[in-house]
């Protein structure tokens, strides 16, 4: 039941450790896709005012403002400990998808890269993707009555062009190209960026070994991965499927054979 | 097999989990990226900063579908900031209104006018007003102008289109023609061009990368040049250290291994102190230093230093406020500077002269610089050297933790770095923007920081110099081909009134003999024939007497000043937005409403073309729009996907745009608005006798058109600004001649034809050139990317050193050669030394790197050209809550103010009522917004990223005051008050300075009314209060108070102004003491 | 060693050998954090986008659909035990169900036009898809058993359509249990190995409810203890699930609907085996009571669900509580 890895699968690794926080990335992807705007509210979470990743947000910048030091860092803000985090969010775009696992309708498919991509002619709008997603990824869009989330630029892809995103991304914080190409880099890094003395780095999504079989979006982040709105230790609700049909089996027919039982007692 | 049912596929095909081929569609299959699909890729530049990221423009069934980075730039790679990723939104959106609207005088809204029948009107009205305004003459001396009509904007637009609005305003008599640079980084010009020869930036971004410490100080380069900032990110890979000194933690300061809070405004007291511990600790680049720079020249005996006169240079005239800069000169020279005031000594340089001066009368081009006296051992007491030691001496660590707030360990880092990272091997390099300029005394910031980097070597080497990051896709194209009141292109000063004034007076007095400037007569004799063709003669001095003449600013805040007293009666807004834009926005609007006639010029409706129907005074009564005269004109704006012609970048990069797209219903290029404008005046005053019409009927304008819209051929201005003599066109301004025999519009350009060929148009793969990247556009001067490379060399011709080697003398060739093109004479020897009685470059000597300058030198001190002093002094802001702990004298005494109803100024320091205007304001741009708005808070991918006005307090200062993060706050001046959301936050820290805590308050300056984004503008705040250099207005220091809640409502807005004013005490004259 | 010196080969796109680092220069130096005592999260915000399913629609389809499941198989029960009214009211209701729950399912889509799409696929990952497929299934036997029952055509292929429907009651009445819990919704998910009994037992409470409330008296006794069995299940495996969540049962200990739910039911269970047995009035009530207490429970389970998506502690805890677990097992090993 469980999918197998696509050959020469395509992810993004993005490291937050370079990101200016400039957003380009949110609206070259608005650009590219016509993902419509998504309202105009001060929210007073730092920079952020799209707060977070859904129907009309794939690509999502976090602000992170707290007083604790990063590496060797001289914020000169006061004599306190401070930094500023950003990271740019982006669906996962899981080995094991449990959005794509759960869509009743095919509209949710693994492409010929890896990626998961909603085929907007398809979906009627069931939502059940949207509370699979652990990570709070996909979303149910008023406007078309369908699920919306980074396609990773299926289309792009299809042309040999990078996505929208990677390409604008200023400081190639965002970049793009051959997943495991991309894990190797990112090791790579992560010894560069903890040398530095910014001990508190982590690669997350990298590890075919976790709960979601590692994701084709993966980043280095410089603190733990709630944060910046991700959850720790994420699990595609589907592993615990067959257990569950097992369970509903055990029901069924314990609820066939009571009813048998109540109405066949003293005859 | 393939079923149309997918479950059959599924049940048959090789996914049998229903996941993945299985399940695709139709329309999934068919899907194309609509970039692979164009019919057309056009080669573009971004719009908006001056970074000047190139952009791949798709066209589709003649429809942009989409507009991305273009990967062959060697600048921006192919990236772009979230402003150029919404460019596509910007150029298709819906909103962008397309037709010509009227508003009659005293008509409550816009009616539809047909173009033409616009276009017409605007010529009368420019006619009419014109002769009603013109004036011959003023106090007796002709100045053949006209103070009824004033134009702003440029920046935006094309060289071509500033060339030609230039050419026609000025023919037409017009000298109020300003653009963004004078509010941005006009004092650049002076700053940059008195220390250096030039006013632009001394080197390019990529350059970065070879920095060995990068200090950003008055710029938040991440967040305003996102892409720029990708080279120093390629330093900081490479082992660079990079230092944000900023009031605010920014999120260039995130990424920066040293974040140094300062006070705003402060800057040159913290600049001064690290050229303090240079020169304390000799941790100068000697041989630099000696041979490059002015270290070793001796002063007059009579110049009095700041230090001697508690914060006043000698010279200074009380009630003129202005300086006399004689005393200033060197011993036995005199030395006329290559740029900022260089008309300041007409008199003496002409020879209007106390008797006993006699045989420089009639000024017949006698050598009157003479060689200054030098002791290079730099002992002499009155050389500059140790003048420099003596005037910094009181800038210590201990002054810098008083006046900036900056804690002593800190200062010490930057000190370390800064000099570790600088010597033969090592270079480091500056990098600012409007943080520095926009003070009472902004060009004094830059000269500071030019005189650190000459003392520690760092001009003219790679990963060295000072890079001035400007805001505008061409705002460095408009400064040199200036839409400037007081240039006129490639830097040649406008010329002031002065009795009967023939062209070589004027050539005699504005410029020196010796250095490049010493050819201006060839420049300018050029520039005339380009302007007024056969009909400019030697005879008749090739039409110099039609060019309209200077007396005194005719800045644009002069200009709203002259339209609230009835001067200036027509307005053109050319892509510029200064009811939000422009410091004490109230009194530009003001001004505005008491206008004949406004013409705005933008791509949507921005604030200052409907204040007159819901501006902020309609709304508390102050105005009202049935009173308000004003006739006003909105004519749609083609944007640069409509139309082509070049940017300069920050840079000074040329890049051409190629049209795209032809601009839908009235929407125009302002080349054609300019053009036809031009033509149709011509026509209605063809055949007039008055002499006052002669300049325009005999202006050349006679550009090609093309296409139904009849658009004029930019190609062709870019020609006549390239230049050409009678064999065709000139590859470079040393062919220029002063006989009339050559035609050239703006010297500096000239080349970017050369043999007919647009090279600012050439796109030569980035990945296919070394980092230098000649072959990608052309740079002025003569495709040069990094200024004063000569420096790079030793003066015997040899590298300071093997990792910083960029040009070199080639003994045996006995040329100069290197990766970038040498900006020197090429067969000019180290060894030359000039005879005493040369002119022009040739009075330079081959070890002299600075070839524009009169002496060949970096000026460490300047003898001239700076209005307020040959060396950077601390003073306080006008609106300042500290009391100026360095020197007696608090403020800028040269400063400009106007005083003025609207434009009350604020006690400071220890003034009685200081107290009222308690905490220091500084304001500032967000990735997310561009300038005023116009380009940003209407788009709406752009608007909900940042929608709504905000000030950054910080926790200290939200406790104090009752601040509610997420709530409102009403932030006061004596201008005005606005409100604002509140952001409670550690990134803006309060100080400790002179044992008191000084909160500061962060004001983004991009919001206002109209759009999506909204809010109220923070320059409602500011006073006109500006640096008496370049007319820049303080914006980014100003005190003012804060409190919770939203700002009242209607009338009781003025009156809680006026009741924080008579608080405080303010009346005319405060403030206002020299 | 800096690499900062002038390099002509350099070519503007290549790679440089390393990225920029954070913070590298400075004096400071980044120390390892303590632990947090509590947990952090992203602006209080939750980790999960919240559902978009709306609770009359979803939860009512929880109710319906098992209520039409279970209303089957009592029905088939009864025509073989020979309670012919009971059968009858147990098929119509059934019926009645049986579209209510369809036009919940559907009135909740964003396109409802595109219903069809559910029968593209068969997807037994997905509990939606196999759903689609039950209520394909037992649709059409439902509805003719009822048709032939109440028309008394065909009364052969009724019969079977009953014990058809009978047979496949028992999936629709349960799958919903998988549906809810195959998410990322800590409440619903973590319960998966008791919703499915919590939900036959809220359906057969819920069937024997309407046994009672339709049918009479003398043929209502296998109504009146399947409203007892159910009940009984449905507390147990209620009971075990909220001991067994720990805090992540909060929402569902918080919940007045779960709690009202319960007390619905054995009150409706209680009168329906005591006064239910002689009072036909009481045997409504009571069988009113158990149609409420099954609908309180599936829309108390909803909203406690809806809470704990909407509370990133409920998502970030047991996960925290994971990885320190399997910590502390690499450590032992």
């Known amino acids: 039941m469980r999918e197998q890895p696509v050959p020469g699968r395509v992810g993004f690794f993005t490291d937050t450790s370079i990101c200016i926080g400039c957003k380009a990335c949110e609206v070259a992807c608005k650009e590219w896709n016509a993902v419509p705007q998504g309202g105009l509210d001060f929210t007073g979470m730092s920079y952020d005012n799209t707060a977070g990743l859904g129907a009309d947000t794939w690509r999502h910048v976090a602000f992170i403002e707290q007083r604790r030091p990063l590496g060797h860092q001289e914020p000169g803000v006061g004599d306190m400990d401070f930094r500023w985090l950003m990271a740019s969010d982006v669906c996962k775009h899981c080995t094991h998808a449990a959005c794509l696992d759960v869509c009743p309708t095919g509209s949710l498919f693994r492409t010929e890269y890896g990626t998961v991509v909603v085929q907007e002619d398809v979906c009627n709008g069931c939502g059940y993707c949207v509370p699979a997603c652990p990570f709070g990824v996909i979303g149910k869009r008023e406007s078309s009555g369908v699920a919306a989330k980074c396609t990773m630029c299926y289309d792009r892809l299809g042309a040999g062009q990078e996505p929208a995103c990677a390409k604008t991304c200023p400081t190639d914080s965002i970049q793009f190209g051959d997943l495991d190409e991309l894990r190797e880099r990112a090791q790579r890094r992560l010894e560069q960026v903890r040398e530095a003395g910014a001990t508190s780095a982590r690669l997350y999504g990298h590890d075919p070994g976790d709960g979601v079989g590692g994701t084709g979006a993966f980043f280095l982040l410089l603190d733990e991965p709630e944060v910046y709105g991700l959850p720790p230790d994420p699990v595609v609700t589907t592993r615990d499927l067959p257990s569950m049909w097992r369970h509903v089996g055990v029901a069924a027919l314990g609820l066939l054979a009571g009813m048998a039982a109540v109405a066949w007692r003293r005859r | 097999m393939d079923f149309a049912w997918p479950l059959l596929r599924q049940l048959t095909g090789g996914d049998r989990s229903g996941r993945g081929s299985a399940v695709k569609s139709a329309r999934t299959a068919g899907l194309r990226a609509r970039t692979a699909e164009a019919d057309r890729v056009v080669k573009s530049v971004c719009p908006y900063c001056a970074v000047g990221c190139a952009q791949n423009v798709y066209v589709r069934e003649g429809k942009v579908v989409q507009i991305e980075g273009d990967p062959d730039s060697p600048i921006s790679r192919g990236r772009l900031c979230p402003k150029g990723a919404a460019t596509l939104q910007l150029t298709t959106a819906s909103e962008r209104g397309d037709r010509a609207l009227y508003r009659p005088p005293g008509a409550a809204d816009w009616q539809e006018i047909d173009l033409a029948t616009a276009m017409d009107m605007i010529a009368d009205r420019i006619i009419a007003t014109r002769r009603d305004t013109w004036e011959w003459d003023r106090d007796g001396m002709r100045v053949a102008r006209t103070l009824g009509i004033a134009s702003l904007g440029g920046a935006t637009l094309d060289n071509e289109e500033n060339y030609l609005i230039k050419k026609l305003l000025t023919a037409l008599g017009v000298?109020?023609?300003?653009?963004?640079?004078?509010?941005?980084?006009?004092?650049?010009?002076?700053?940059?061009?008195?220390?250096?020869?030039?006013?632009?930036?001394?080197?390019?971004?990529?350059?970065?990368?070879?920095?060995?410490?990068?200090?950003?100080?008055?710029?938040?380069?991440?967040?305003?040049?996102?892409?720029?900032?990708?080279?120093?990110?390629?330093?900081?890979?490479?082992?660079?250290?990079?230092?944000?000194?900023?009031?605010?933690?920014?999120r260039t300061s995130a990424l920066a291994d040293l974040h140094v809070p300062i006070r705003a405004g402060s800057d040159v007291a913290f600049l001064g102190a690290i050229i303090n511990h240079v020169l304390d600790n000799d941790l100068y680049f000697h041989d630099y230093v000696v041979a490059y720079t002015n270290a070793a020249d001796i002063l007059r005996q009579d110049y009095r230093d700041a230090e001697d006169l508690d914060g006043l240079f000698s010279g200074f005239n009380q009630e003129s406020r202005l300086y006399d800069d004689e005393t200033w000169q060197y011993e036995g020279a005199q030395i006329a500077p290559a740029s900022g005031a260089r008309d300041v000594d007409y008199a003496r340089r002409v020879g209007h002269l106390p008797p006993g001066r006699v045989e420089v009368l009639g000024g017949t081009g006698l050598p009157l610089e003479g060689t200054p006296e030098r002791d290079e051992t730099l002992r002499h007491p009155r050389c500059v050297m140790q003048v420099l030691r003596r005037h910094f001496a009181r800038y210590t660590p201990e002054m810098v933790e008083r006046v900036c707030g900056v804690p002593r360990h800190l200062f010490e880092q930057v000190c370390r770095h800064l000099t570790e990272n600088s010597g033969p091997d090592k270079t480091a390099e500056f990098v600012y923007a409007v943080g520095w300029t926009q003070h009472?005394?902004?060009?004094?910031?830059?000269?500071?920081?030019?005189?650190?980097?000459?003392?520690?070597?760092?001009?003219?080497?790679?990963?060295?110099?000072?890079?001035?990051?400007?805001?505008?896709?061409?705002?460095?194209?408009?400064?040199?081909?200036?839409?400037?009141?007081?240039?006129?292109?490639?830097?040649?000063?406008?010329?002031?009134a002065h009795e009967n004034e023939r062209l070589r007076d004027f050539l005699h007095a504005d410029a020196p003999n010796k250095g490049c400037w010493a050819h201006m007569p060839a420049y300018m004799v050029s520039l005339l024939k380009a302007w007024w063709g056969e009909s400019a003669r030697a005879d008749n001095d090739y039409r110099f007497g039609y060019l309209p003449r200077l007396t005194g600013s005719h800045s644009t805040y002069d200009t709203v000043l002259a339209q609230l007293d009835g001067t200036c009666k027509g307005y053109l807004l050319l892509g510029e937005n200064p009811a939000v834009g422009s410091a004490n926005t109230k009194m530009q609007r003001l001004g505005m409403a008491a206008l004949d006639w406004l013409v705005v010029r933008d791509l949507n409706l921005i604030e200052s073309a409907t204040w007159w129907k819901d501006g902020p005074e309609i709304e508390t009564g102050e105005l009202r729009t049935a009173d308000i005269a004003t006739e006003v004109f909105f004519l749609p704006a083609a944007c640069h996907t409509e139309k082509s012609g070049s940017f300069t970048n920050t840079n000074r990069l040329l890049q051409w745009h190629h049209q795209a797209v032809e601009p839908a219903g009235d929407a125009r290029s302002d080349l054609w608005f300019m053009y036809h404008l031009g033509r149709i005046i011509r026509e209605k005053l063809a055949g007039s006798r008055d002499p006052m019409d002669a300049p325009v009927l005999e202006l050349t304008w006679d550009y090609p058109v093309e296409g139904e819209l009849a658009e004029p051929s930019s190609e062709a201005v870019l020609a006549e600004i390239n230049g050409w003599d009678e064999h065709g066109p000139l590859s470079g301004a040393g062919e220029l001649k002063d006989d009339g025999s050559t035609v050239c519009g703006c010297w500096i350009y000239c080349g970017v034809y050369a043999d007919g060929v647009n090279r600012a148009a050439r796109r030569r793969q980035g990945s296919e050139q070394d980092w230098i990247a000649a072959e990608w556009g052309w740079a002025w001067p003569a495709n040069r990317r990094l200024l004063y490379n000569r420096a790079s060399a030793r003066p015997d011709g040899s590298p300071w050193s093997e990792r910083k080697k960029l040009v070199w003398w080639d003994a045996d060739a006995s040329v100069w050669t290197g990766y970038d093109v040498p900006d020197f004479e090429a067969g000019k020897s180290p060894s030359y030394r000039p005879p005493p009685d040369a002119t022009g470059t040739a009075a330079l000597s081959g070890t002299d790197p600075f070839i524009m300058q009169a002496d060949g030198k970096g000026w460490l001190f300047a003898p001239s050209g700076v209005v307020d002093g040959p060396l950077p002094t601390h003073y306080e802001p006008q609106d300042s809550p500290v009391a100026n702990p360095l020197y007696g004298q608090q403020r800028n005494p040269a400063r400009k103010l106007y005083p003025h109803e609207h434009n009350r100024y604020q006690p400071s320091g220890d003034e009685p009522g200081a107290s009222v205007y308690p905490y220091a304001v500084t304001t500032y741009r967000l990735t997310e917004h561009f300038t005023a708005g116009g380009m940003s808070r209407r788009t709406p991918y752009l608007a909900e990223l940042q929608p709504e006005m905000f000030c950054e307090v910080s926790p200290a200062l939200a406790a104090e005051r009752g601040l509610v993060h997420g709530d409102w706050a009403t932030i006061i001046t004596a201008r005005n008050a606005i409100e604002a959301r509140v952001m409670v936050t550690d990134r803006i820290p309060s100080l400790r300075l002179d044992g008191r805590v000084l909160h500061q308050i962060g004001l983004p300056f991009h919001f206002g009314p109209n759009g999506l984004a909204t809010g109220d503008a923070a320059n409602e705040l500011a006073a006109i209060s500006l640096d008496p250099n370049s007319h820049i207005q303080e914006v980014k220091a100003l005190s003012a108070d804060i409190r919770p809640g939203r700002r009242p409502r209607g009338p009781a807005l003025p009156e809680l102004v006026r009741a924080y004013r008579r608080r405080a005490g303010v009346d005319e004259r405060t403030g206002t003491e020299v | 060693m800096s690499q900062t010196d002038v390099r002509m080969d350099g070519s503007p796109r290549l790679r440089g050998a390393r990225e920029a680092t954070p913070g590298s220069a400075g004096r400071r130096r980044e120390r390892l954090m303590v632990p947090r005592a509590d947990f952090d999260s992203y602006y209080g915000r939750p980790v999960l986008n919240e559902p978009t399913w709306r609770a009359p629609d979803i939860a009512g389809y929880l109710f319906l659909g098992g209520l039409a499941g279970a209303c089957s198989t009592l029905a088939a029960a009864a025509e073989l035990t020979g309670r012919p009214r009971l059968a009858r009211s147990g098929k119509v209701a059934a019926l009645c169900a049986l579209g209510?729950?369809?036009?919940?399912?559907?009135?909740?889509?964003?396109?409802?036009?595109?219903?069809?799409?559910?029968?593209?696929?068969?997807?037994?990952?997905?509990?939606?898809?196999?759903?689609?497929?039950i209520l394909t299934a037992y649709g059409p036997q439902a509805g003719c058993a009822a048709a032939a029952d109440v028309s008394g055509r065909l009364p052969r292929l009724g019969r079977a359509a009953a014990v058809g429907a009978g047979l496949t009651g028992p999936a629709l009445a349960t799958y919903t249990a998988a549906l809810i819990c195959d998410t990322a919704v800590p409440a619903w998910h973590e319960a998966y190995r008791e919703m499915p009994f919590l939900f036959a037992g809220s359906a057969t409470a819920a069937a024997g409810g309407l046994g009672m409330l339709a049918a009479p008296l003398e043929e209502a006794a296998p109504a009146r203890r399947a409203a007892v069995l159910g009940t009984a299940v449905e507390c147990v495996a209620a009971t075990r699930m909220e001991r067994r969540l720990g805090p992540l049962a909060e929402p569902m200990r918080r919940s007045r609907l779960l709690r009202a739910g319960e007390a619905l039911c054995l009150a409706g269970a209680l009168a329906g085996i005591t006064v239910g047995r002689r009072s036909r009035i009481a045997a409504v009530a009571a069988g009113a009571a158990l149609l409420a207490g099954s609908a309180c429970t599936r829309f108390g389970i909803f909203r406690a669900g809806m809470e704990s998506a909407n509370d990133p502690k409920y998502t970030i805890r047991p996960q925290r509580k994971r990885l320190a677990k399997a910590r502390a097992e690499r450590e032992l090993e």
Request: aromatic residues 8%; proline residues 5%.
């Open chain 3, 100 to 133: 209510g729950s369809v036009y919940a399912l559907i009135h909740d889509l964003g396109r409802p036009e595109r219903f069809v799409n559910m029968l593209r696929v068969f997807k037994v990952t997905s509990p939606m898809s196999v759903g689609t497929w």
């Open chain 2, 175 to 250: 000298v109020q023609i300003e653009n963004q640079a004078r509010v941005c980084h006009s004092s650049t010009v002076v700053g940059l061009g008195t220390s250096f020869g030039r006013g632009g930036a001394t080197t390019f971004l990529q350059d970065l990368q070879h920095s060995d410490c990068v200090v950003i100080q008055g710029s938040n380069f991440a967040e305003a040049h996102p892409v720029g900032f990708q080279w120093v990110m390629e330093a900081k890979a490479r082992g660079a250290v990079i230092i944000h000194v900023d009031p605010r933690f920014t």
């Open chain 2, 440 to 496: 009472s005394d902004g060009s004094q910031f830059i000269r500071a920081a030019s005189i650190l980097q000459l003392l520690l070597g760092n001009i003219g080497r790679p990963g060295g110099g000072i890079q001035a990051l400007r805001g505008h896709a061409s705002i460095q194209g408009s400064s040199d081909v200036p839409t400037l009141f007081n240039l006129l292109p490639g830097y040649i000063p406008m010329p002031h």
